[in-house]
């Protein structure tokens, strides 16, 4: 199976990125973490993006915060599909790394996630590799349906407390 290639700006970034490695963890999708700033280490960035299809990753979940080029900055240099995650900083509250990533000229896309999204940025890479992969895809077929259990769990929990 291909890898799924984690590339953060910082390892402030961390605590919404382990949502995407448990994530794909749980579904039994190999991963490379690697924390490289669209800004501070610009060359280890473009290095990664023009290496990543070689290197055998088959989709990349980039997650910046702030003035977040990082998504931006990696699909410019592949043309794997690149997921975008906007983090919360202190001070805008992830509005600004949300437009930073979200609005992408043009000719290079960025799929972006809500603000921390880690969990859907894994399943989202999950999706496009499970194109090509059955057994994946009746993983996460799995999911869905332990998760709509859960809520259903969750129903009637609910309703047997309030439904008099
Ligand atoms: C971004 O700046 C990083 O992705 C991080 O979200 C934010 C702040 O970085 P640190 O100052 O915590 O290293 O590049």
Known sequence: MKKVGIVMGSDSDLPVMRKATDTLS???????????SAHRTPVQAKEFAE????????????????????????AANTTLPVI???????????????LSTVMMP??????TVA??????????CAQIL??????????????RRKDACAVLEKDAAVAAELNK
Do not use: T
């Open 115 to 124: 603000i921390n999204g880690g969990v859907n940025a894994a399943l989202l």
């Open 51 to 74: 290496s990543a299809r070689e290197n055998g990753f088959g989709a990349i979940i980039a997650a910046a915060g702030m003035a977040a080029h990082l998504a931006g900055a990696i």
């Open 84 to 98: 975008g995650i906007p983090c919360k900083s202190s001070v805008l509250d992830g509005i600004d790394a949300l």
């Open 26 to 36: 749980a579904l039994g999708i190999p991963f490379e973490v690697h924390v490289y």
């Open 106 to 111: 043009s000719g290079i896309p960025v799929a």
């Open 130 to 143: 499970a194109v090509e992969d059955k057994e994946l895809a009746n993983r996460l077929d799995e999911k």
